[in-house]
């Protein structure tokens, strides 16, 4: 069973151009969340897709950040005309859609270590 | 989600039982006790997850207070590999499903 597969590992990007990270989620799961590690910081929860649908977008930065998780193929995380300040560890997981009431593990990405020169 | 509180570091020799405290006083009763940890460069792996019981998985065992307002994840045998940072997390089960990592425990291996 492959787990979340997150492309590029590592990215480098010039101020101003566009990155795009992908995830791909663990065959079956439906939801998917990014998350962003600053350097020495803790892990900050972005955005919440299912198939098609963005249901909790409340972490992400209103300009320049957009994510979705087509019908079919990853999900994109998308950062326009990137800055320093957007230099992070990008992690995705994914969990299988469950009942109200029920709890489950998230499997995480090996992450996109985003670095903007 | 609930918060918790984790003690930001422990030592532990190697080879010896390690156990991680967790204290959620404001749980709800349809909070999950989730943990987590993370190794130096890579994403958050699962550990192990609870309601009310007690839970063993081949990573950990989960004991958990009876009043549920504080849980200790327990590595019966730490090795150098569970050197890392050590999240507890408390998820709604009723409500939305995104998790809210804390700072964690640093957990340190000595050989």
């Known amino acids: 069973n492959a787990g979340v597969m997150q492309n590029p590992r590592h990215l480098v990007r010039r101020r101003g151009q566009e990155a795009r990270l992908r995830c791909s989620p663990v065959?079956?799961?439906?939801?998917v969340y990014w998350y962003r590690q600053l350097p020495e910081e803790g892990l900050k929860f972005m955005v919440y897709l299912q198939k098609e649908n963005i249901i909790d977008e409340s972490g992400m930065p209103k300009e320049r950040f957009s994510a979705e998780f087509p019908k079919e193929g990853p999900s994109i995380l998308r950062i326009q005309q990137v800055v320093r300040g957007d230099s992070a560890a990008y992690f995705c997981?994914?969990?299988?859609?469950?009942?109200?009431?029920?709890?489950?593990?998230?499997?995480f990405g090996s992450g996109t270590r985003l670095t903007v020169v | 989600d609930a918060k918790t509180t984790q003690p930001n570091s422990m030592e532990s020799n190697e080879e010896e039982p390690v156990h991680l405290p967790c204290n959620h006083s404001?749980?709800?009763?349809?909070?999950?006790i989730h943990w987590y940890r993370q190794l130096p460069s890579q994403g958050p792996e699962y550990v192990i997850h609870g309601l009310t019981s007690n839970v063993n998985n081949r990573m950990a065992s989960l004991a958990i207070a009876e009043d549920r307002k504080s849980s200790t994840l327990i590595l019966h045998r730490a090795t150098l590999r569970d050197a890392a940072v050590y999240y507890c997390i408390l998820r709604d089960g009723d409500a939305g499903n995104m998790l809210t990592f804390g700072g964690g425990t640093r957990l340190m291996v000595k050989p």
């Open positions: 065959k079956g799961h439906s939801h």
């Open positions: 997981a994914s969990s299988p859609p469950g009942k109200v009431g029920q709890s489950y593990g998230y499997t």
């Open positions: 404001t749980i709800s009763g349809t909070d999950y």
